[in-house]
């Protein structure tokens, strides 16, 4: 659900810069910009949580001035690795089934409604999705999100807006939330969706320099078959990702990239499946990363 909610952002982002008048000034590879998307990516840490293969693709079927609906399927593969020294005393990740190849996945429908309310441009969006992991299918979450424009003309974008999680993996289940996009020249632009940020060098009409931050959210369902948990559990791991991301697009409708930074831990537990209930916490240490990701979008 949290990787959902990260792609949401750029939904959002999308849709208001579509709001404001002058020329898209993002690129049309993105999630939610465009009819179809389909992205595959594989990147690798040398830690504890290694090789990780990603697969997403969504498909727009309705659309009209005001609504849009999405189906949406996200799949994963994660290689894990603790030792028993990351897990707190009297908790063996072997034991566990921790340490093996997690395969787990979302799919799920999304919608969004663009108007303008108090003369300022305004987006709805709301999304739910159904997740299977450990061979089963363990939860259905859900988002709901608004965002108030209140500056967006040809450079500058900026809103502010609610965002509620159904059956989240946090205690909070309301946060505000914001965007600010600002274009230098035809180059250089900054973006700042939330907590990800990025500072923007088109050198050329099919290259993307990107340097800034995102955060990266990894988790796998297991049955620890340990008497001091449930049945069933969630490993959730966020990460703060500050680095270099460079795009470039290849052919008509296939863009390539490649990123590589530091990972920054930002929690790391293991909680019941709904995620309500935090039962322990695991050891990350900071480590270097490096992804590479192609996306066909038609």
């Known amino acids: 659900m949290c990787k959902f909610l990260l792609i949401t952002f750029l939904m959002l982002v999308a849709g208001v810069n579509c709001m404001a008048q002058g020329p898209q000034t993002v690129p ?44 949406n399927a996200n799949y994963n593969s994660l290689e894990v690795d603790f030792s028993s020294g990351d897990l707190p005393v009297g908790y063996d990740p072997q034991q566990m089934g921790m340490n093996k190849t997690h395969l787990y996945g979302q799919i799920g429908v999304s919608g969004s409604f ?29 988002i709901a999100m608004g965002l108030f424009m209140l500056r967006a003309n040809r450079d500058t974008q900026f809103g502010l807006g609610p965002l509620v999680l159904i059956n989240s993996t946090t205690k909070v289940p309301v946060f505000l939330v914001f965007m600010y996009r600002h274009r230098f020249n035809d180059k250089l632009a900054v973006n700042l969706y939330g907590s990800m940020f990025g500072l923007d060098y088109t050198p050329t009409a099919n290259d993307l320099i990107t340097i800034g931050g995102d955060i990266d959210v990894r988790s796998f369902y297991f049955q620890p078959n340990h008497i001091d948990l449930p049945k069933r559990c969630r490993y959730t791991n966020t990460n703060f990702r500050p680095g270099v991301k460079y795009k470039r697009k290849l052919a008509k409708n296939l863009y390539g990239e490649v990123q590589s930074g530091v990972i920054l831990k930002m929690s790391s537990r293991v909680t019941a499946v709904s995620g309500t209930k935090r039962y322990f916490d695991v050891d990350m240490p900071t480590r270097p990363f490096v992804q590479v990701a192609f996306t066909y979008s038609l």
């Open 114 to 142: 663009r108007t303008r309310l108090f003369t300022c441009p305004f987006m709805a969006f709301g999304m739910m999705s159904a997740d299977w992991g450990d061979r089963r299918f363990q939860r259905v979450s859900g």
């Open 28 to 71: 049309t590879d993105n999630y939610g910009m465009v009819k179809t998307n389909i992205k595959v990516s594989y990147d690798y840490t040398h830690a504890s949580i290694s090789d990780h293969f990603n697969a997403r693709v969504s498909y727009e079927f309705f659309k009209n001035k005001k609504f849009t609906l999405t189906a």
